[in-house]
């Protein structure tokens, strides 16, 4: 039995979106399935000094430019939502939810969440957008986020969060592959070529 | 005529010496020759508020794995020199002075620079290592280590790191294929598609 592919993603970062768009085929291909962690990377950025990219002197104005040329290159609809970044707690904390009462509705609901960023351009952090991809999700939005907020699925998300730092995801989107890590989408072709031939 | 690809590396990013083994046959099935163009990363860290990677908390190990495993993927000789990072300031204004003054000695003096360094270990911000990359180039290494500590050629090096911030080069190594940018020998091959194609 093969381990997943394990993601780590935050709903606020563009190159997970990209990512999430591309990882289902490519763990397929490779007859692995994918285990979906969300996480903060707020928490990260804070222990490894750094901030998000768009905020970055100099680095910002590349960094937007790269964004939307990836998602051409990818041939993936792609625009960056104004305001971004935001917070993503809400959804996190729903994505964990949904993982642990209703594992098939998980999936669908990352996929729209993305997609309501970073297509729609919605502001994922408002919980009524939330409680309308949840919705759309085929869940039940006040059950879910009702749930959210209860204080042992916030103590949930705190543990996610910190057990992601403890292994090293200092950005997103993560991968690994057993235990090799691989960071951002471009490192996709060598986590493929690790999957197809084992280490290299 | 095309315009050359820009390169901009500084001698003591490891990054900049994987794409520096990959430029020159990438430019040639593009039938483009390679501008190269030596800068000091740290200049631009203090504008962005960056620093070495290797340095940075969390992602200074997760760094020097990648570093080791995209060397293999490429099939490129390298291993992490010690000490890292050092200052490359000598060996960027010899660069400059053969570049001005015997230019068919540069593009040599560049890539024996940075084996020197990632493979055989050599601690290249000593004097001694850039008179003896200096001799095996060709040059002769006293006259170009003279010409370095010239006080024009000390401005001709910080009239080039001013004008690559300017530019907006944050990092190493750093594109331009006419006026777009690439940040990152992991946005070759969405060059490679912008040289086959034009922009996308």
Chains 1, 2 share one sequence.
Request: proline residues 8%.
């Amino acid at each position: 039995m093969k381990t997943p592919i394990e993601f780590y993603f935050d709903f606020t970062s563009p190159y997970s979106y990209l990512a999430s768009e591309m990882i289902e085929p490519l763990a397929a291909r490779h007859d692995r399935v994918v285990a979906y962690r969300p996480t903060l990377l707020g928490a990260a950025f804070k222990v490894s000094g750094q901030r998000a990219l768009v905020d970055i002197p100099i680095k910002g104005d590349y960094s937007r430019r790269d964004l939307a040329r990836s998602a051409r290159f990818y041939d993936i609809p792609f625009q960056l939502p104004e305001p971004f970044p935001v917070s993503t707690v809400t959804a996190a904390r729903c994505c964990l939810v949904l993982q642990r009462e209703h594992p098939p509705l998980a999936v669908p609901f990352i996929h729209l969440m993305f997609r309501a960023f970073f297509v729609q351009g919605w502001n994922i952090s408002e919980a009524e957008v939330v409680r309308s991809v949840l919705a759309e999700s085929g869940a039940h939005p006040t059950a879910v986020l009702d749930a959210a907020g209860r204080p042992e699925n916030k103590e949930a998300l705190k543990a996610a969060v910190d057990a992601s730092i403890d292994r090293g995801v200092f950005g997103a989107p993560f991968f690994f592959v057993d235990a090799e890590p691989f960071w951002g989408n471009d490192r996709l072709p060598q986590m493929e070529r690790w999957l197809a031939s084992g280490a290299f």
